[in-house]
């Protein structure tokens, strides 16, 4: 007859098992999620495996006494969107919707102080998204600045662009520094109206957990309601750093001149000149037609020649904007060649 282990010895010995099986089997599957999180989180970037780099933040904010801009762009333009609105008041905005927010009308009194105050709220701003990260945890202010700006809207601008959707167009926006701000002429003259010209860069996250810099270059209207100014339209686009060393020449402003204003419309007559004062750059040149032209390019951060306004001298000697369709010249000069 086989010898069996007396009950009682049976149940503490399975007893003293149970808790080192259930060890094992916990360390298996452990090791095994863990070389199974590896395998799929490895990420390849030119031809390379790309490690995350592990910084002690929480140290680093609290021994540092630098000025810590620097870290949060290559360029280096001082910002112009530095305003600080005091603690007080984004206390008294916290986990309040727009409609209950009241923005002091200093903030808004005239159009550049709008544009400026603005991006100010915005600058710390962020609106991360699943799957895209640019590291390091919680970003500045997260979505508290969101409903402030968007008080600086004009009331015609909000109901075609609900609180929402205004914070979706936010979205993987981590960081705004404002570089470049102008006033430029409309188009179509309007009481109370104003156009502005921007530049911004921006910090934005990736699948690969990289913070990325990212710049833009665009218009905002504004209009004066009672005595404030709002912005009543915004339009962007974005910059390519490969377009202008590879194709063209109408990223530089004197060959795009010539080519356009000449080659297409034969408006120069003799040479033409060029000043530049920062990032401004002037094109002057006379006209077959009698006129003295000067066509205004903003130089962006990717180093193009943008043209932004064409001025016509007039008899009386003041320079006045011209709005010329220069591509209608091409088009009418391809009808006649054919």
């Given at each position: 007859m086989r010898n069996r282990i007396p009950y009682p010895i049976s149940r503490i010995v399975q007893?003293?098992?149970?808790?080192?099986?259930?060890?094992?089997?916990?360390?298996?599957?452990?090791?095994?999620?863990?070389?199974?999180?590896?395998?799929?989180?490895?990420?390849?970037?030119?031809?390379?495996?790309?490690?995350?780099?592990?910084?002690?933040v929480d140290e680093f904010l609290e021994g540092s006494t630098m000025d810590l801009e620097k870290y949060f762009r290559p360029s280096k333009l001082p910002i112009l969107n530095n305003n600080v609105l005091s603690q007080s008041f984004l206390e008294n905005t916290y986990d309040k919707k727009p409609e209950e927010i009241f923005l002091p009308p200093s903030l808004s009194d005239t159009?550049?102080?709008?544009?400026?105050?603005?991006?100010?709220?915005?600058?710390?701003?962020?609106?991360?998204?699943?799957?895209?990260?640019?590291?390091?945890?919680?970003?500045?202010?997260?979505?508290?600045?969101?409903?402030?700006?968007?008080g600086l809207l004009s009331n015609a601008y909000q109901k075609n662009l609900p609180y929402d959707a205004y914070l979706k167009t936010y979205e993987n926006i981590l960081h705004i520094s404002l570089l470049k701000l102008h006033q430029i002429p409309l188009k179509s003259s309007r009481e109370n109206a104003l156009q502005y010209f921007v530049e911004l860069e921006t910090i934005e996250g990736t699948e690969k957990e990289t913070g990325v810099f990212a710049y833009y270059y665009g218009f905002i209207d504004l209009e004066k309601?009672?005595?404030q100014y709002?912005?009543?339209?915004?339009?962007?686009?974005?910059?390519?750093?490969?377009?202008?060393?590879y194709h063209g020449w109408q990223w530089e402003a004197e060959a795009n001149v010539n080519i356009r204003y000449g080659d297409w419309c034969n408006l120069i007559k003799g040479e033409i000149q060029k000043t530049q004062t920062d990032d401004i750059i002037r094109v002057f040149f006379d006209g077959t037609?009698?006129?003295?032209?000067?066509?205004?390019?903003?130089?962006?951060?990717?180093?193009?020649?943008?043209?932004?306004?064409?001025?016509?001298?007039?008899?009386?000697?003041?320079?006045?904007?011209?709005?010329?369709?220069?591509?209608?010249?091409l088009e009418n000069k391809q009808k006649l060649s054919r």
């Amino acid at each position: 007859m086989r010898n069996r282990i007396p009950y009682p010895i049976s149940r503490i010995v399975q007893r003293k098992m149970l808790p080192l099986l259930i060890f094992l089997l916990c360390g298996g599957l452990s090791l095994f999620l863990a070389i199974t999180k590896q395998q799929e989180e490895t990420v390849m970037v030119m031809g390379g495996v790309l490690e995350s780099q592990c910084i002690a933040v929480d140290e680093f904010l609290e021994g540092s006494t630098m000025d810590l801009e620097k870290y949060f762009r290559p360029s280096k333009l001082p910002i112009l969107n530095n305003n600080v609105l005091s603690q007080s008041f984004l206390e008294n905005t916290y986990d309040k919707k727009p409609e209950e927010i009241f923005l002091p009308p200093s903030l808004s009194d005239t159009a550049e102080n709008t544009i400026l105050n603005y991006f100010s709220i915005l600058r710390d701003a962020a609106n991360p998204v699943p799957g895209k990260s640019a590291g390091c945890g919680t970003i500045g202010e997260a979505q508290m600045p969101y409903p402030i700006s968007y008080g600086l809207l004009s009331n015609a601008y909000q109901k075609n662009l609900p609180y929402d959707a205004y914070l979706k167009t936010y979205e993987n926006i981590l960081h705004i520094s404002l570089l470049k701000l102008h006033q430029i002429p409309l188009k179509s003259s309007r009481e109370n109206a104003l156009q502005y010209f921007v530049e911004l860069e921006t910090i934005e996250g990736t699948e690969k957990e990289t913070g990325v810099f990212a710049y833009y270059y665009g218009f905002i209207d504004l209009e004066k309601e009672a005595d404030q100014y709002k912005i009543t339209d915004l339009h962007y686009f974005d910059e390519n750093f490969l377009c202008a060393p590879y194709h063209g020449w109408q990223w530089e402003a004197e060959a795009n001149v010539n080519i356009r204003y000449g080659d297409w419309c034969n408006l120069i007559k003799g040479e033409i000149q060029k000043t530049q004062t920062d990032d401004i750059i002037r094109v002057f040149f006379d006209g077959t037609d009698g006129f003295n032209y000067c066509i205004v390019f903003f130089q962006l951060t990717n180093g193009t020649d943008l043209e932004v306004a064409q001025y016509r001298k007039t008899l009386g000697g003041t320079w006045e904007p011209a709005f010329m369709n220069v591509e209608d010249c091409l088009e009418n000069k391809q009808k006649l060649s054919r």
